[in-house]
């Protein structure tokens, strides 16, 4: 199973940005479907971003148009670029592959809201606080 490590989580002032990176133990961008997911205390996880192997990305839709995600294959990094950070956005980000999923359906966060996460590997986390 790949190794995920996510890094680049810290404090903020609400309007400030912050850049998050996914680093994988191997190369996975053709064969995984990729995504950032969020979990604040006391409430459930929920998918922010994910990108396909084509560089196709898609967004929730309480962080499009401020969250932008990418990937550098070389670096087998994927990034979350995080800007114009609200309060509601403090949460513990994690970073999912699913190898199965692109064998079924598109590589999008609808569809990766909707897996089992049993059936991703997941980094372990990196803390966003926000304050406003």
């Known amino acids: 199973q790949v190794q995920l490590v996510e890094s680049g989580g810290g404090s903020v002032q609400s309007g400030g940005s912050l850049r998050l990176s996914c680093a994988a133990s191997?190369?996975?961008?053709?064969?995984?479907?990729i995504a950032w997911f969020r979990q604040a205390p006391g409430k459930e996880r929920e998918g922010v971003a994910a990108?396909?192997?084509?560089?196709?990305?898609s967004y929730a839709d309480s962080v499009k148009g401020r969250f932008s995600i990418s990937q550098d294959d070389a670096a087998r990094t994927v990034f979350l670029q995080m800007n114009d950070l609200k309060a509601e956005d403090t949460a513990t980000y994690y970073c999912?592959?699913?190898?199965?999923?692109?064998?079924?359906?598109?590589?999008?966060?609808?569809?990766?809201?909707?897996?089992?996460?049993?059936?991703?590997?997941w980094g372990q986390g990196t803390q966003v606080n926000v304050s406003s």
């Open positions: 191997e190369y996975i961008y053709n064969t995984h479907c």
């Open positions: 990108i396909e192997s084509d560089g196709s990305t």
């Open positions: 999912a592959a699913d190898l199965e999923l692109r064998r079924y359906l598109t590589c999008t966060i609808t569809n990766m809201n909707a897996r089992p996460p049993s059936l991703m590997s």
